[in-house]
Structure formats: structure tokens, C-alpha cells
């Protein structure tokens, strides 16, 4: 049995929060504008020394200086879930021994020569968690 939409909201969650589901999951959705375009491709991502690193299978020289990550996890029937969003500057990984560590900690959507290793660094982070109403 689903929970009616109309007993469920959006609650925003905490800063600490957002990073601890944004850790606790491994996959999300790259975004970020190309000529007028807005693309979405899908990422496997790991949180370390305070940064998002992402593996995508987005062509390197397409990524602008700056894009947004997106993360969820819906479940419509509990009536569960959260979403976090984190936006920021963008840096393609090229250092080779930097790039061999995260394509074995990784999974790759793709490989070749749209199998990108982004570096995000956090500006803003936001995040909602799906709660029942309150009668």
C-alpha cells in the first residue's frame, strides 16, 4: 500500500546531513549547461578530503569550470526518501596516478574516450528528505 502524495513533504535536512547521504550513496547525475543545452549524465562519485570525485561518462573537454551533482534515493511506496544536491567548480582528473586509483575504486559507466574522472569542489550543498505531513 503507497502513502498518498498529499501526506508526504519535503523537509530540508542539514549540512551534515546532506554529506552523510551523500556518502552513504554511489550513484548520481552530473549536470552542467553546454551551449544551450542542460546535460544530464549518470556518475558513480566518492567524497574524500572534502571533495566530490566523480567518474562520468562525459567527454572531458565538454565539462565546464563549474557543474552540479545531483543524488537521490525515492521510495514512493514507504514514502521514504532525500535528494542533495552539490554544486561547485569542476577540474578533470589527468594526473595518471590519481586517475589509475579511482578507476579501480570506481566503476565505470563506459569506457574510452567519454570515461571522465571529475574533481567537484563544494560551494553549496542542500538537501530534503521526504517525511510524512503532520495531520
Known amino acids: 500500500m503507497s502513502i498518498p502524495p498529499a501526506s508526504l ?3 530540508e535536512v542539514s549540512g551534515a546531513e546532506a554529506l552523510w547521504l551523500l556518502e552513504g550513496s554511489s550513484l548520481g547525475r552530473l549536470v552542467y549547461a553546454q551551449r544551450d543545452l542542460t ?5 558513480r562519485h566518492t567524497w574524500e578530503y572534502g ?8 567527454p572531458a573537454a565538454a565539462v565546464p569550470l563549474a557543474a552540479t551533482y545531483h543524488v537521490d534515493e525515492i521510495r514512493a511506496v514507504a514514502g521514504t526518501g532525500w535528494s ?6 569542476v577540474d578533470v582528473i589527468t594526473d595518471p596516478d590519481e586517475a589509475a586509483h579511482y578507476r579501480r575504486t570506481l566503476a ?3 569506457h574510452g574516450p567519454h570515461d571522465t574522472l571529475l574533481r567537484l569542489h563544494p560551494k553549496t550543498m542542500s538537501g530534503f ?6 495531520a
Not at 542533495?84 to 567548480?89: F, I, S
Not at 528528505?129 to 503532520?134: F, H, T
Open 9 to 11: 513533504r519535503m523537509a
Open 39 to 43: 546535460v544530464v549524465r549518470p556518475g
Open 51 to 58: 571533495r566530490l570525485v566523480v567518474r562520468t561518462p562525459a
Open 84 to 89: 542533495v544536491t552539490v554544486a561547485g567548480p
Open 108 to 110: 565505470g559507466w563506459s
Open 129 to 134: 528528505r521526504l517525511v510524512r505531513a503532520e
